[in-house]
């Protein structure tokens, strides 16, 4: 069975700080996708990103940077120079291929202070 | 942004009655899917539909039905409302079966009194 934890559930940073979202998955499967989604206070899901399970390449977007681990299980997630407007939940999913079960984690709830 | 609606918005019921969800897409999409989320869980599956008239049961699909008599149209109803029923529901959408690129809708937030 797939299951993902986000050991953190809240976090407060102070504008301009750099923050780190932790993100642990396990699951059996070789073939597998993960995904960080933003949950903005109005509540809808915003897809962020997604990586496979072949490609452990970092990747940066912008303010936005990912770190996907197969050694450790953890696809961790970084916000470089934090701003007011990141305030959000960001929430950490898996799914595996061929199989319409996606899990996901409880989120971890980031208030970024000005 | 993917077109997806979900109906209504913001509901309160009480204990007992029946509701029932809309979800409405104009993607075309095969596959659609209807999850809760609730604090300390995350969001887990209810039902999901592979197309029309098909559906599956997802990790938490007691006291809760389906129903999808066109693509772009997906029901969740819950046949008579219970307190542990109050949370908010998202509906989501797929092309692949593979879940590489999954989208949702907005959200419902369902009160039971």
């Not at chain 1, 961790?76 to 407007?85: G, Y």
Request: aromatic share 12%; with cysteine; glycine share 6%.
């Amino acid at each position: 069975a797939q299951k993902v934890t986000q050991a953190q559930t809240e976090i407060s940073v102070v504008e301009k700080e750099d923050v780190t979202l932790d993100c642990v998955y396990e699951t059996r499967d070789t073939t597998y996708y993960l995904f960080w989604y933003k949950q903005p206070p109005s509540g809808e899901l915003v897809f962020l990103i997604r990586r496979n399970s072949f490609d452990e390449q970092n990747e940066i977007s912008g303010r936005y940077s990912w770190n996907f681990q197969k050694s450790t299980s953890s696809f961790n997630f970084t916000i470089t120079a934090s701003q007011v407007v990141d305030s959000a939940v960001y929430v950490c999913a898996l799914s595996v291929y061929n199989n319409n079960d996606m899990r996901f984690g409880a989120g971890t709830r980031l208030t970024v202070k000005p | 942004d993917a077109g997806i609606t979900q109906s209504p918005r913001h509901k309160v019921t009480e204990t007992g009655t029946p509701v029932t969800l809309r979800c409405h897409q104009t993607e075309n999409h095969r596959y659609m899917y209807w999850y809760r989320q609730d604090p300390g869980h995350g969001l887990r599956l209810i039902h999901y539909s592979y197309g029309v008239k098909d559906t599956d049961k997802g990790e938490v699909s007691d006291g809760y039905s389906v129903s999808r008599s066109k693509t772009e149209d997906f029901l969740l109803t819950l046949e008579s409302a219970t307190s542990s029923q109050t949370s908010v529901y998202f509906c989501a959408i797929s092309r692949t079966r593979e879940l590489y690129e999954q989208y949702f809708g907005p959200g419902t937030r369902l009160t039971v009194t």
